[in-house]
């Protein structure tokens, strides 16, 4: 059985299809295919809140390529989502209307707490040390997911359209910072030893920079020397030098800016990275929705 997630956003364009394994009572997911296309619909959605005709032509073609590729891996169940870029964009809805009229894809705009109840759906709550408490950072290409875990449940959430394309094209504002600000502050404050997760391209990579071991966390000091040194570097170095890839290597930047400075006003002096994202969230909602519909046809 497969299940295949869509991912519409801001920077690139995501497909996993995944393979899902029955292991007892237990359903699990195994990645099998993952596609990334750099559409960067948020150059377009930030500054003309509106997406161009040009991309809205390579979105098109791009989700009749996964919808294609659905078929070939012969795909029992999907699910499509847009996030910020999609949302601010005044001709959202008549792109969403032609993705399903011309590729056959049913596509929805998710809201700013959707979004990170999806990326939840990981079950990242799971793995976390019940005694502890935790900020979730989830960075994208045109917002920022801000959750507080205490005693393994979500306290409180929040979406700042803060993001790394937005900030590449000069498109958030002093105001949403001091907000972002002001809510850390207000919602951290309380918590002593305070420790982060982060999620994102951008902070897997980073990540996978610092050479740290899978589930330990990364410092906020090794975490700012990766900074410096990547800052360093001219974006065409950051690309023929430290081998990033093109669409990877200028939004990496504002990424860091973003976590950096979160962690400082929360206090954060590590992060943990599980390395999953949005995906990875719409595949497990996908496995949680089946399950339960299976569950209702034995009650019945």
């Excluded at 012969?74 to 032609?98: L, P, Q």
């Excluded at 899978?214 to 410092?219: R, T, Y």
């Excluded at 399950?291 to 046809?297: M, R, S, T, V, W």
Aim: glycine share 8%; aromatic share 6%.
């Amino acid at each position: 059985m497969r299940y295949a997630a869509i991912d519409i956003g801001s920077n690139a364009v995501r497909l996993l299809i995944a393979d899902i394994i029955q292991k007892g009572k237990d359903t699990e997911f195994k990645k099998n295919t993952l596609i990334r296309v750099p559409l960067r619909l948020g150059d377009d959605a930030f500054l003309d809140k509106s997406i161009s005709s040009k991309k809205a032509d390579d979105l098109v073609k791009t989700m009749g390529a996964f919808k294609q590729l659905m078929d070939v891996y012969k795909v029992e169940d999907y699910m499509a989502c847009a996030t910020s870029a999609m949302r601010e964009a005044k001709n959202g809805a008549d792109i969403v209307a032609r993705v399903k009229n011309e590729a056959g894809i049913e596509l929805e705009i998710v809201e700013g707490h959707k979004e990170a109840d999806i990326i939840y759906s990981t079950h990242i709550a799971e793995n976390l040390e019940f005694k502890k408490n935790y900020l979730y950072i989830d960075v994208g290409g045109g917002s920022t997911e801000l959750s507080v875990f205490a005693n393994g449940k979500i306290e409180m959430s929040k979406s700042f359209p803060v993001g790394t394309v937005r900030m590449l094209d000069n498109a958030d504002s002093p105001e949403t910072w001091e907000e972002m600000k002001s809510w850390i502050k207000d919602h951290t404050r309380q918590y002593k030893n305070l420790l982060g997760i982060g999620t994102g391209g951008n902070i897997n990579k980073l990540f996978r920079i610092s050479e740290e071991k899978d589930g330990k966390p990364l410092n906020i000091n090794k975490l700012n020397e990766i900074y410096l040194h990547l800052r360093s570097h001219s974006l065409k170095e950051r690309i023929s030098v430290l081998g990033l890839n093109q669409d990877r290597a200028d939004v990496i930047i504002p990424a860091c800016e973003i976590y950096l400075t979160v962690m400082k006003w929360a206090g954060i002096r590590q992060i943990y990275v599980p390395r999953v994202g949005m995906v990875d969230g719409i595949i497990q909602v996908l496995i949680d929705k089946n399950i339960k519909q299976n569950d209702a046809k034995i009650a019945l």
